[in-house]
């Protein structure tokens, strides 16, 4: 039988800095900790894919605790990471008189977590919020922002707000039902701890990956996720805000994200990320910040570790692309700005914002050459 591993807690070093609960088979305490608070129900919001592996556990342990609870669910998937999805999901809290005295708890991956935490946020300006991801980049890094956000009709995550939960609740387990790609995705997230800010995270994941990635036992995930929190703790540590230092985490997400967004999430979040890295890097030794040897590091672990492909979507044109950019979050009066390598471990600050303003005629140069030496093939990973 598999062995809990011990609930540790720990603090996540943002502004507000939730207490975040992390261990394996550890949801039994979950009624204990809820019961902490005063209140006059509970709203879990999940969606039907988890509400049918967990939702008889869960309402199990509300039910043991005596927590009155309404279930809620919302359509699953990236492309509903919309506004009339966060607003069917308000209307229907409301509708079910939800009040200032609830608490939402959002149970799912980083997709879902991001609507319900931003809907948290909204209703009667503000309803206390609890985060359950399912996902290792949940549990490992959408949960260590404070960020719930959906998209726009022109980008990802356009519209949002920092709010923070009253508590975070990772519990590993749920990391078993996961799909293998979904794991690898988030490992790409890992792996640029990697890149800008800690090499020896390589080192680890050089190894790690040698491992088949579908035979990880409960413990291996729980090991692997509480190394993947560690490593993004250590940046928050150095700058929560997320403004400067911190930034540093968008490392590959202004290319990724516009992948992503025109894909409607059919490329989903880690890979999009992944294939946005590789460009970063070829980005940053274009401009000679760093050698072809750590560009071709990016290459050795998404396409020869992990096995993803990391190539541009044929109907993607780089056009679409450059356009997509100015929707970004990095864009500024005077044009939009990269987070690049300098070298292993470390990311250009030559402003103290670590990010770097790039003539758009480079970056269209660096996508088209990009574009045009990675043939695209339509396997996800
Ligand atoms: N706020 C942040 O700072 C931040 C950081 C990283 C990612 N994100 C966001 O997170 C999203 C990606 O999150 P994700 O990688 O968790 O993917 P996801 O939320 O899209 O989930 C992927 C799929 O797995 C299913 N699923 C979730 N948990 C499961 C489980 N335990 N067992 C079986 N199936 C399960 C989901 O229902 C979904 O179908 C993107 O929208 C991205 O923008 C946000």
Not at 209 to 220: K, Q, R, V
Not at 261 to 280: E, N, R, W, Y
Not at 291 to 306: E, G, I, M, T
């Amino acid at each position: 039988m598999t062995q809990q591993i011990k609930m540790i807690n720990f603090k996540t070093h943002l502004s507000p800095d939730p207490t975040y609960y992390f261990g394996n088979r550890i949801t039994h305490e979950l009624g204990k900790l809820i019961k902490q608070y005063d209140f006059d129900k509970v709203f879990l919001v999940t969606n039907d894919i988890l509400l049918n592996l967990y939702g008889k556990e869960l309402t199990n342990i509300f039910d043991q605790n005596a927590i009155p609870h309404i279930v809620v669910t919302i359509p699953d998937g990236e492309h509903h990471k919309n506004f009339s999805n966060l607003e069917n999901l308000c209307e229907k809290l409301v509708q079910n008189q939800i009040s200032k005295g609830s608490i939402i708890i959002g149970f799912g991956g980083g997709c879902l977590t991001n609507i319900v935490g931003l809907a948290a946020g909204l209703i009667f300006r503000g309803i206390r919020y609890i985060e359950m991801p399912t996902t290792l980049m949940g549990i490992t890094d959408s949960t260590l922002s404070n960020k719930q956000a959906i998209c726009g009709k022109t980008g990802k995550n356009q519209f949002g707000m920092y709010y923070a939960p009253i508590f975070l609740f990772g519990d590993t387990k749920y990391l078993l039902s996961e799909s293998i790609s979904g794991r690898k995705f988030c490992i790409t997230e890992a792996i640029k701890n990697g890149f800008i800010s800690d090499g020896n995270l390589l080192e680890y994941f050089d190894t790690k990956l040698d491992e088949d990635i579908a035979a990880y036992s409960e413990a291996d995930l729980n090991e692997l996720a509480l190394k993947i929190i560690q490593s993004k703790l250590k940046i928050l540590k150095r700058d929560p805000s997320e403004k400067r230092y911190g930034m540093t985490l968008e490392y590959g997400h202004t290319f990724g994200h516009a992948i992503e967004f025109f894909t409607d999430g059919q490329i989903p979040h880690g890979l999009s990320v992944a294939k946005g890295m590789c460009i970063a890097a070829e980005l940053s030794h274009y401009l000679g910040y760093i050698s072809q040897a750590l560009v071709d590091k990016h290459y050795y672990f998404f396409q020869n570790k992990l096995g993803l492909d990391i190539s541009i979507p044929e109907h993607m044109s780089v056009d679409d692309m450059m356009k997509s950019f100015l929707a970004d979050n990095k864009k500024t009066a005077s044009g939009v700005k990269y987070v690049l390598l300098k070298e292993l471990g470390e990311c250009l600050n030559p402003d103290g914002d670590y990010q770097v303003f790039v003539e758009p005629e480079i970056v269209r140069k660096v996508l088209t050459e990009y574009k045009n030496k990675h043939a695209y093939s339509s396997k996800i990973a």
